[in-house]
């Protein structure tokens, strides 16, 4: 059997870890860690390498490729820009998925990749339905179909949990960029 191939944005390696076990058996994987909103550098350098982490850890994380997208936090600042007092959640957030999954997009319509999806949709403090929603437009803009995702559910944001203690992940206490610093 031919798996397809699926390119999984992922905001950071806890987040990836629950998903990536729910998805690997039936997907080929690509992670495309592709995150210009986090905050500071060395905290993206962080997550980066937490990401390769899990990966590492993983059984099956040999089957599972990692791309780095372009760090470009400036990007982040100019689409912010309006929306600085924003509570998390609000327009800067949508603005911040809509950049993120394009990216992811764009990638995997330019690679050859079946279907995309991310894992922000895991978090308890993410509208999985806006998620959906972005991600559906950009399918149908970019030509590769969006794989509808609410993975919190059937318990995924815990199990992401058991996971990060499993394997010693750094687990942030904040979504990522600097107004959400500001608001925890």
């Given at each position: 059997?031919c ?15 629950a998903v ?9 994987i690509?992670?495309?860690y592709y995150n210009?909103n ?12 937490t ?74 403090h ?29 318990n ?8 990060s ?5 750094y ?14």
């Amino acid at each position: 059997m031919c798996k397809k191939k699926l390119l999984l944005h992922s905001c950071c390696g806890p987040c990836s870890s629950a998903v990536l076990e729910r998805l690997h058996e039936d997907y080929e994987i690509t992670v495309l860690y592709y995150n210009p909103n986090i905050y500071p550098p060395d905290e993206y350098a962080h997550r980066l390498a937490t990401q390769r982490q899990i990966i590492d850890s993983l059984p099956f994380g040999d089957e599972i490729k990692l791309v780095e997208g372009e760090y470009d936090p400036a990007a982040f600042d100019e689409l912010a820009k309006g929306c600085e007092s924003d509570p998390e959640g609000g327009e800067r957030c949508r603005r911040c998925f809509e950049m993120r999954l394009g990216g992811a997009a764009e990638y995997a319509a330019s690679h050859g990749f079946d279907l995309f999806t991310t894992t922000l949709s895991i978090s308890p403090h993410k509208n999985s339905k806006l998620l959906n929603e972005i991600g559906e437009r950009l399918s149908t803009e970019y030509g590769v179909p969006w794989l509808h995702s609410d993975f919190k559910k059937q318990n995924g944001y815990l199990r992401s949990i058991e996971l990060s203690r499993e394997y010693g992940l750094y687990r942030q206490d904040y979504c990522g960029c600097k107004f959400s610093v500001r608001d925890k």
